[in-house]
């Protein structure tokens, strides 16, 4: 059973566009995230929702959306898509947000190539 | 602002010797963590360091947090092949989870 899944593996697509990448976990998490990998492999924090309600929002163009249904599931929406843009994209869980040292849980990640 | 750094940045060691990892950051910080990652994959998470004097070991890999000094190591006994991966160190920021992670150490075992 994979407990962070996120669809798709890898997106490749044309400037301008946009598109969307959906995360899903099945281990009874309260917060998700999504992080940004960048081609030196770093990793910064984008977004946090805790029970459906956002709780991190870092500096990032309004082009980026995040959305949570439900607490199992966190997607994020990406319009007009721009070069600098590509990256992988990670989805994680973590049982709270930070509390007792949670640990987050990686998804499998995200290959955006903007071209 | 919570900066993390890491050195080295890239690590190539032999089998069978030994290496640490530092891991320093700027501001106040209750946890520490430690991810390894290899190439094309995911983070998978090593260790959670959540208090002073904090010492986890796994195998060959032994973590420690020094919250005066604001350094945590890791340490690699005896390495072997299959410990070859980039390593992230990342520190708690506030109470909502954001991480700050370190720039990666890339570690290559080398027969």
């Known amino acids: 059973d994979t407990a962070v899944s996120q669809t798709p593996k890898y997106l490749v697509t044309q400037m301008g566009n946009d598109k969307s990448i959906k995360c899903e976990q099945n281990l009874g998490h309260d917060t998700m995230y999504w992080y940004k990998q960048d081609s030196k492999k770093f990793l910064k924090i984008m977004f946090s929702?805790?029970?459906?309600?956002?709780?991190i929002n870092e500096t990032v163009p309004n082009r980026f959306s995040p959305k949570s249904p439900d607490k199992a599931h966190l997607n994020l929406h990406i319009n007009s898509l721009e070069l600098g843009d590509s990256a992988v994209y990670f989805c994680?869980?973590?049982?709270?947000?930070?509390?007792?040292?949670?640990?987050?849980?990686f998804g499998p990640g995200t290959r955006l190539t903007v071209l | 602002e919570l900066k993390v750094e890491q050195n080295p940045l890239f690590l190539s060691m032999q089998e069978g010797k030994n290496y640490t990892i530092y891991c320093n950051y700027s501001t106040t910080s209750d946890r520490l963590y430690w991810y390894r990652q290899d190439p094309g994959k995911s983070l998978e998470s090593l260790f959670v360091l959540l208090s002073n004097g904090a010492v986890k070991q796994e195998g060959r890999l032994m973590a420690s947090l020094d919250t005066k000094a604001r350094l945590s190591t890791l340490h690699i006994t005896a390495a072997v092949h299959d410990l070859s991966a980039t390593y992230f160190c990342?520190?708690?920021?506030?109470?909502?989870?954001?991480?700050?992670f370190g720039q990666g150490t890339e570690l290559s075992v080398k027969p």
């Open positions: 994680a869980s973590s049982h709270s947000s930070g509390g007792a040292g949670d640990t987050q849980y």
């Open positions: 929702y805790n029970n459906k309600e956002l709780i």
């Open positions: 990342a520190a708690l920021k506030g109470w909502y989870g954001k991480l700050i």
